[in-house]
């Protein structure tokens, strides 16, 4: 009801990227429907030849330890989501669509976020960055209060959750509908919280505090349970959550409430699928460790163990060599209380005269 009120309020609405396209979306045209966007386009080209020109750095740096591929394709493949997401026929309808706008914003938090975090690119650039830059620059950045503040694992978790449930119950989204410029602080905001929340996750990169495997592993089954309780908070409501969509009608023979509850859908599934992917892999990688420094472990179990053995020799040594003065001391004594006496009346001879 209360999005009914809002929309019967508004003098008209307007989508943040013009008419309602005329042609339904289709696979054709999400994939071939590219637009350019130059405040997009160009920061994702300065990023992949900035990382290039990197990784070509470190090679000639470091010759024997150069960046892995993987690290590379991670890289590139986070642009090229972020590229998906803002510049592709999603894009087209994410403002007609509800649950093509959840794709994207998907694309934003789950796809994105995690594959430029496998990329270690702080990492990278200190590995790159000459001695002055890296000691003068980068590491006072790293220590600084701010970075250590927004890093905080809590801090981290506590941001993620609250842009998105923030984001979707307050009029902040049907204003980002039909604003470009809050549209695009949005999708700014979505990727900065995504990039803060899985940095500790992959855990490659230097941070101000590392947690462990199992650490990490509650930090994503925590939010878990509030990612699916927001989808399912938007598969179950009543009526459209936002004035902007249900204002529009059907364009495409799809209700605003049929299409919403299909983003929650949408949102639950791929949303489970992304953590649920994230922990299994979290602990594959707690495993494979687990193995490579078993030996190492058995290792520093050998020296433990030589210690002690050497200290029990020694402590043996002392006390036989204790045991050893004892009995020399307890001898010595001995003999010199057997020694010749003088009995009364068996003095010289010469005295009995």
């Given at each position: 009801m209360l999005a009914i009120v809002v929309a019967l309020a508004l003098p008209a609405t307007v989508a943040a990227h013009g008419p309602v396209p005329a042609d339904p979306p289709s696979l054709a045209t999400l994939v071939l429907g590219w637009t350019f966007q130059p405040l997009v386009a160009v920061p994702l080209v300065l990023a992949a030849i900035g990382w290039l020109a990197l990784v070509r750095r470190i090679g000639r740096l470091h010759p024997d330890t150069p960046v892995p591929l993987v690290r590379t394709g991670a890289f590139l493949g986070g642009l090229a989501a972020i590229a998906v997401a803002l510049m592709s026929g999603i894009e087209r309808y994410d403002t007609t669509l509800f649950?093509?706008?959840?794709?994207?914003?998907?694309?934003?938090?789950?796809?994105?976020?995690?594959?430029?975090?496998?990329?270690?690119?702080?990492?990278?650039?200190?590995?790159?960055?000459?001695?002055?830059?890296?000691?003068?620059?980068?590491?006072?950045?790293?220590?600084?209060?701010?970075v250590s503040v927004l890093a905080h694992p809590i801090v981290a978790w506590l941001t993620f959750a609250l842009v998105l449930w923030g984001s979707h119950f307050s009029p902040l989204f049907n204003i980002a509908l039909e604003d470009p410029g809050a549209h695009d602080i949005e999708h700014a905001a979505y990727l900065v919280a995504a990039l803060l929340f899985w940095w500790p996750v992959v855990g490659l990169d230097p941070a101000p505090r590392r947690m462990s495997y199992?650490?990490?592993?509650?930090?994503?089954?925590?939010q878990l349970p509030l990612n699916s309780f927001l989808a399912m908070a938007i598969l179950f409501a009543d009526e459209p959550l936002y004035p902007h969509y249900a204002t529009l009608g059907s364009p495409y023979g799809?209700?605003?409430?049929a299409d919403q509850q299909l983003?929650?859908?949408?949102?639950?599934?791929?949303?489970?699928?992304?953590?649920i992917g994230a922990i299994l892999l979290l602990i594959g990688g707690?495993?494979?460790?687990?193995?490579r420094d078993a030996p190492a472990a058995e290792r520093r179990a050998d020296v433990d163990r030589a210690r002690l053995r050497?200290?029990?020799?020694q402590l043996a040594r002392v006390r036989a060599a204790a045991s050893s003065a004892g009995a020399g001391a307890a001898g010595t004594a001995g003999a010199a209380g057997s020694g010749p006496t003088t009995q009364p009346g068996s003095g010289d001879p010469s005295s009995s005269r």
């Open positions: 649950s093509v706008h959840m794709a994207q914003h998907l694309l934003l938090l789950l796809v994105a976020p995690p594959l430029i975090a496998l990329a270690a690119p702080i990492t990278q650039l200190l590995r790159a960055a000459s001695p002055r830059v890296r000691n003068g620059i980068l590491l006072p950045i790293l220590h600084s209060n701010a199992a650490a990490r592993l509650l930090y994503l089954l925590l799809i209700s605003p409430l983003a929650g859908g949408v949102m639950w599934f791929a949303g489970d699928i992304a953590f707690w495993m494979r460790h687990e193995q050497e200290r029990a020799d």
